[in-house]
């Protein structure tokens, strides 16, 4: 089992940046991949970024260029931090992470509200 604890959500204004912080409650060398969702009002939960344990990243197209995830294997932690926020950014986020073995099991923190409005 591992327990996820995001934090660093808020209020702020468009063009402004966060930086949002996921907490496993053990170590993340044995993650395959861990990465962060997003889930707006009324829509479905989409993927923001991902982390491989090889230290491959995937971004959404609609984040690319503006987000950047990190992993710290030291703090069991995933970073993602985010600039130039758009009003379009205000979710939900969700941290995940992946095992695969020794069969695929997903693991999902609460949340933390993101909220990007003047």
């Known amino acids: 089992q591992v327990q996820l604890v995001e934090s660093g959500g808020g209020l702020v204004q468009p063009g402004g940046s966060l930086r949002l912080s996921c907490a496993a409650s053990?170590?993340?060398?044995?993650?395959?991949?861990m990465g962060w969702y997003r889930q707006a009002p009324g829509k479905q939960r989409e993927l923001v970024a991902t982390i491989s344990d090889s230290g491959i990243r995937n971004y959404a197209d609609s984040v690319k260029g503006r987000f950047t995830i990190s992993a710290d294997v030291a703090k069991n932690t995933v970073l993602l931090q985010m600039n130039s926020l758009k009003p379009e950014d205000t979710a939900v986020y969700y941290c995940?992470?992946?095992?695969?073995?020794?069969?695929?099991?997903?693991?999902w923190g609460q949340g933390t509200q993101v909220t990007v409005s003047s």
């Open positions: 053990r170590s993340i060398f044995s993650i395959n991949v």
């Open positions: 995940n992470a992946v095992k695969y073995l020794p069969s695929r099991s997903d693991y």
